[in-house]
């Protein structure tokens, strides 16, 4: 895959800490941020979909009123919990 240059401004106390934890890592300042960044994105990209699907619910819920109870979706995790093959609880208006 292309690689691109992308420059940061940083303060010098982060900059330092950053330097620091290289050292102690054994790793580059630059392995450092860039593995920070690449987890901050993959942990940003995974909420959003949260969001995204939980709006998606959200809406389909608006639009039909179908839902599980909170004590049908308790008592389905605890059926699952104790290994029983447990299917989803049936929505209902």
Request: hydrophobic share 40%; proline share 3%; aromatic share 6%.
């Amino acid at each position: 895959m292309p690689v691109s240059t992308t420059s940061l401004k940083l303060d010098a106390e982060l900059k330092e800490r950053i330097q620091r934890l290289a050292e102690t890592r054994r790793r580059s300042a630059h392995w450092i941020m860039r593995e920070a960044v690449e987890q901050y994105v993959g942990r940003e990209e995974k909420r959003e979909q949260f969001r995204a699907e939980a709006l998606a619910a959200w809406n389909e819920y608006q639009a039909t009123g179908l839902h599980a109870t909170a004590a049908e979706a308790d008592a389905w995790l605890a059926r699952l919990e104790a290994g029983e093959d447990a299917g989803t609880p049936e929505c209902h208006p």
